[in-house]
């Protein structure tokens, strides 16, 4: 393994050991269709993010970043960190299905360790209400407004029956009857349901339009537009896709930026990601 070093984050962190870094992340996300140590497997930790209950069973494609790593293992032994593959191809997947691109900040080392208590502890719950949100997200930095830019990712992926389970079968006030009821009958006969009914594949702001409509799929969705101090910027984004994604590539900047100072000194390069060596 490389010995740690203590750098900045920079873009061009990677431009003369590893020049071809990036163009090989994105190939080898096109083709699937921060310490990173969400991508610890239990086989290599007992305690496993993986595992942690806003992870488990919804938080998928640890392949794609284990295929993207061995891809660029082939090209730059031990100079690029699971890290930043993973904010790469964050990105990469963004710009894919139809979102904004960004400049991904490099330099990232892999933790040695995983913290399930953390991931329970710090990861949103998705029956969190509006205010709870804004304080979880506060914690690292991230204002309101950051908030509501990232749950818009909601645009796209699936979640599990069981975290909204209750939300439509609650004859509630605030779910549209109609919307309610597809869930329903979905949720018969599969366990994963699409975040967003309408473009599930894409990446749009109808995430904001269905709140608007009562047909966000999560309670931790729909508290985003409930009476609440987020509901201006609900509005502004249903209707203007354009500030929407501008403000999502800012608020990926900003969390990207969010560096473990232990980590970041002590960490490794990992050879594989779902692996301690």
């Known amino acids: 393994m490389s010995t740690p070093t203590n750098a900045q984050l920079s873009s061009t962190f990677y431009d003369n050991t590893c020049p071809n870094a990036l163009n090989t ?4 996300i096109r083709q699937a269709g921060c310490d990173a140590s969400i991508l610890l497997s239990e086989a290599a930790t007992s305690t496993s993010e993986q595992t942690a209950a806003p992870n488990a069973g919804s938080a998928r494609g640890y392949e794609v970043i284990d295929a993207a790593k061995a891809e660029v293992e082939k090209i730059c032994p031990e100079v690029v960190s699971c890290a930043d593959i993973l904010a790469v191809a964050a990105r990469d997947a963004s710009f894919a299905v139809g979102g ?9 080392k ?7 208590d953390l991931a329970n502890s710090d990861l949103p719950f998705f029956r969190s209400n509006v205010n709870e949100l804004i304080a979880n997200f506060a914690r690292k930095g991230l204002s309101a407004r950051d908030m509501v830019a990232l749950s818009g990712a909601h ?3 699936q979640a599990q029956c069981f975290t909204f389970s209750d939300r439509i ?4 006030s605030d779910i549209d009857a109609g919307f309610a009821s597809t869930r329903m009958r979905g949720c018969r006969n599969a366990n994963l349901a699409p975040l967003d009914l309408v473009t599930p594949n894409s990446f749009d702001n109808n995430y904001f339009k269905n709140l608007i409509q009562k047909k966000g799929l999560l309670e931790s969705d729909q508290t985003l537009f409930s009476g609440g101090p987020t509901d201006s910027i609900v509005s502004q984004y ?5 500030t929407f994604k501008s403000d999502f590539a800012a608020a990926m900047i900003k969390m990207g930026d969010i560096i473990d ?8 390069i ?3 990601c779902s692996a301690l060596n």
């Open 261 to 268: 100072p232990v980590t970041s000194q002590n960490g490794v």
């Open 155 to 157: 645009t796209i992926g």
């Open 238 to 242: 249903s209707s203007n896709p354009a």
């Open 25 to 28: 992340i994105r190939t080898s």
């Open 100 to 108: 904004p691109s960004w400049t991904v900040k490099l330099g990232r």
């Open 110 to 116: 892999d933790s040695t360790t995983a913290s399930r």
């Open 270 to 272: 990992r050879r594989i």
């Open 169 to 172: 079968n609650s004859n509630g």
